[in-house]
């Protein structure tokens, strides 16, 4: 999705459709957002189930 997103926002930016631009621009930074979050509690969750010596 965010593949997608990100095209769409670059063809309006160039085309000069800066409405369009953006919402596509918080549709991307949403996704970019959510991807941080997963992100960041799977190096927490590996990080609490290793193994301490």
Do not use: P, Q
Request: proline share 0%; with cysteine.
């Amino acid at each position: 999705m965010c593949a997608f997103e990100t095209y769409f926002f670059n063809e309006c930016l160039f085309e000069g459709d800066y409405l369009f631009a953006f919402f596509w621009g918080i549709l991307l930074f949403r996704d970019l957002k959510r991807t941080y979050k997963v992100d960041k509690f799977i190096h927490t969750l590996t990080s609490t189930t290793k193994k301490k010596d």
